[in-house]
């Protein structure tokens, strides 16, 4: 069974900066492709970003692009998402996940991290 474990969130004002880590136990991390995911309160969940197995590859969601970065550590089973010049509408629960290149939707999910963006 994968685990993931977030950390790194927190209270923050806005223009600040925050890093999550993602600590992945239990399976091959270079296997999986990684992601973050946000949700805040009366949200769906909305893609924050992505990263291929050897994280030569990212991707990321519009509201976030240019200034968060995802990276992952492979010798460390690590993901981590840089989040700089952080909003208000940035407060949310962040949720990292991990899928197979071979499957549609991730199938493992963390337990969250709270993000507050206070202005």
């Known amino acids: 069974q994968v685990q993931l474990v977030e950390s790194g969130g927190g209270l923050v004002q806005a223009g600040g900066s925050l890093r999550l880590s993602c600590v992945v136990s239990?399976?091959?991390?270079?296997?999986?492709?990684m992601g973050w995911f946000r949700q805040a309160p009366g949200t769906e969940r909305e893609f924050v970003a992505s990263?291929?197995?050897?994280?030569?590859?990212?991707s990321y969601g519009d509201s976030v692009a240019g200034r968060f970065t995802i990276s992952r550590d492979n010798a460390r089973d690590t993901v981590y998402l840089q989040m700089n010049s952080l909003k208000p509408e940035d407060t949310a629960v962040y949720y990292c996940?991990?899928?197979?290149?071979?499957?549609?939707?991730?199938?493992?999910w963390g337990q969250g991290t709270q993000v507050t963006v206070s202005s």
């Open positions: 996940a991990a899928k197979r290149p071979t499957t549609r939707d991730y199938e493992y």
């Open positions: 239990g399976r091959t991390f270079n296997w999986y492709i």
């Open positions: 990263a291929s197995e050897s994280g030569a590859r990212t």
